[in-house]
């Protein structure tokens, strides 16, 4: 059964054909003003920036697609590499017919951006990131244990069967959002809007491919330094929550070498879900670097 999309007063939704993918955009803020797009990141869907959209909307356009496989998008069996997923946003802004965008992105959606920014650069003005850490990681540093153990959900969700299992249910995403929220809680209501959706076979089959995909193929070419000989010249801004257990036991000063124009900013109190937390500060934050 279909799920019922949340919705945000003045927003508005329609489908774009990316490239091979079909997939959910919503919108809102004046037509010709500048465009922000916005990308969310697992378990959620382009509602995250309910609280954001609307301020940004004052003065920009913004633009929130659902990734595929995740909200209202297509669902393909395969595609879920990184790389794919940033190719969709650059088919996403050829098929929107614009040149030239600020960004922010959340999670894998921080992750796909960073891609983004590196694939087509001059596509991109200016980047907030949020609740990811970035591709420069220390090489020399030893594996934190404690990181490595903050990764056992992903397991889980890559895992044969017990993956599908644990997402179709509905209980195990539920866990993974209010233990990874610092700064208040979800209600039953809000849960749901991104619960319900993970239920969806094919939906719960495209976010087993995520961590799939990343446990597989890109996390240990990350940990090696594949993207040492990658800079980014996008201006960034990375916020990083103190209490977010993906970003624990990072550094926020490993990248100059590789990303001179990234400054790191901590959120205190925060956990990893940053434009729900705290959505002012995403806004402070993106208008203060948009306006550089």
Known sequence: MPVAMP????????????????????????????????????????????????????????????LRGLGWSDAPR?????????DDVIALLDALRLERVDLIGHDWGGFAGFLVCLTAPERIGHYVACSIPHLWPDTSERPSIRRLLGLWYQAVLAAPLLGSAALRGGQFPARILQGAREHGR??????????????????????QQYYREFLLHELRPLAAGAFHARSLTTPTRLLWGRQ???????????????APQMEITWVEETGHFLPEERPQVVVEHARELFAS
């Open 78 to 86: 395969s595609g879920y590499r990184k790389q794919q997923l940033a």
């Open 7 to 66: 919705q945000v007063d003045g927003i508005t939704h329609r489908e774009v054909q990316a490239g091979a993918v079909r997939l959910h955009v919503a919108e809102g803020g004046p037509a010709d003003a500048p465009p922000v797009v916005l990308l969310h990141g697992w378990p959620q869907h382009w509602w995250i920036w309910r609280d954001v959209l609307g301020p940004l909307a004052a003065d920009h356009r913004v633009i929130a697609p659902d």
């Open 186 to 207: 979800y209600s039953a209501a809000e849960l749901a809007t991104y619960v319900d959706v993970l239920r969806q076979p094919a939906n719960a089959h495209a976010s």
């Open 244 to 258: 977010d257990p993906i970003v624990a036991g990072s550094h926020d000063d490993e990248h100059r070498a590789y």
